[in-house]
């Protein structure tokens, strides 16, 4: 089926902000984190730039494969916002095109592709030098919906804790909340 655009959804050029503060994609509390801030786009996509700094080193000057990754399911993730739906990673696969240095801006672009029940097929690239560079890492990944239970039940409680008891998460997360 064809994505759909669910009517609240931010805004297109929206700043999404960080949908947790400890989160090493986009939070604002992770020294090392990516940092990566995501915009909603027109349809069902998204951008967004990280900027790779030294702590996300593989190789002398140059990002680390999996930190690159990251960013990637960090910006499909993000879809979320737009498709108003809980989804989680289920497969991510990515091709690396071009090495990173570190201080490149990172120009990522995704959408969702397709929706199939509950599987949302999404894909993402990383561009250099650029919005309109060229494409340095793309991945293409299969999200799956699960209702907020997976993370109440899953994650460690007393991070869980935290975050029920903060009003500022209950109403990010609100924002994912599950269609009526
Ligand atoms: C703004 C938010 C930003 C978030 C950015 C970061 C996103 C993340 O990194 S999330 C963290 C990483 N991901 C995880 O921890 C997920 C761990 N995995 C799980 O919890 C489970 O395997 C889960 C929930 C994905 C699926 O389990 P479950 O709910 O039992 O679904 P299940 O019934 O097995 O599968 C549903 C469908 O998806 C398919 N599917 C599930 N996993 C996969 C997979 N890896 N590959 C292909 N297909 C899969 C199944 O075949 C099934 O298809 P169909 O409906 O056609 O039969």
Known sequence: MQPVRHPDAPAPGELLG???GECFGCGGDQPHGLHLEARAGDGVGI???????RAHQGAPGLAHGGVLTSA??????????LLRTIAVTGRLETDFVRPVPVGT????????TAVAG???YSTATGRI???EGPVAVRADALFIEVKVDHFIDNG????IRAAMSDPDQVRRARAFEVNP
């Not at 951008?47 to 700094?53: D, I, P």
């Not at 990637?72 to 916002?81: A, Q, R, V």
């Not at 460690?156 to 991070?159: L, S, T, Y």
């Open 105 to 112: 801006v990172l120009h990522l672009e995704a959408r969702v």
């Open 72 to 81: 990637l399911d960090e910006t499909l993730g993000s879809l979320n916002w």
């Open 47 to 53: 951008t967004a730039e990280f900027t790779v700094r």
């Open 18 to 20: 960080a949908h947790y």
């Open 129 to 131: 030098g650029g919005p």
């Open 156 to 159: 460690r409680p007393e991070e």
């Open 118 to 120: 509950r599987k949302i």
